[in-house]
Nanobody
Framework: QVQLVESGGGLVQAGGSLRLSCTASGNIFSSAVASWHRQAPGKQRELVAHSAPAGSPNYADSVKGRFTISRDNAKNTVYLQMANLKPEDTGVYYC?????????WGQGTQVTVSS
């Protein structure tokens, strides 16, 4: 069973930056699609960014130019660098690994952006 451990959330003022990390157990990471999702209060979970084993990453329109997803396969870790944060970026951020038909989720980390 793959486990994902997230870290890096917190409280930041608008315009600030945070970096989220998600480290996976097991040996599937380098072959899996890694992604970050978020869920704001009262809203559905939405895809923020994803990184396939090969190819360019993709981003939601709302975060393009501000967020960067990256991965370190040697460390089984995916990162989300968030800059110029806005209050509407507030929510619980979850990392996900998708490997064939299997989906694995982290426990979530809270990001709060104050205005």
């Amino acid at each position: 069973q793959v486990q994902l451990v997230e870290s890096g959330g917190g409280l930041v003022q608008a315009g600030g930056s945070l970096r989220l990390s998600c480290t996976a157990s097991g040996n599937i990471f380098s072959s899996a699609v890694a992604s970050w999702h978020r869920q704001a209060p009262g809203k559905q979970r939405e895809l923020v960014a994803h990184s396939a084993p090969a190819g360019s990453p993709n981003y939601a329109d709302s975060v393009k130019g501000r967020f960067t997803i990256s991965r370190d396969n040697a460390k089984n870790t995916v990162y989300l660098q968030m800059a110029n944060l806005k209050p509407e970026d507030t929510g619980v951020y979850y990392c996900n690994l998708r490997y064939y038909i299997n989906n694995y989720w982290g426990q979530g980390t809270q990001v709060t952006v104050s205005s």
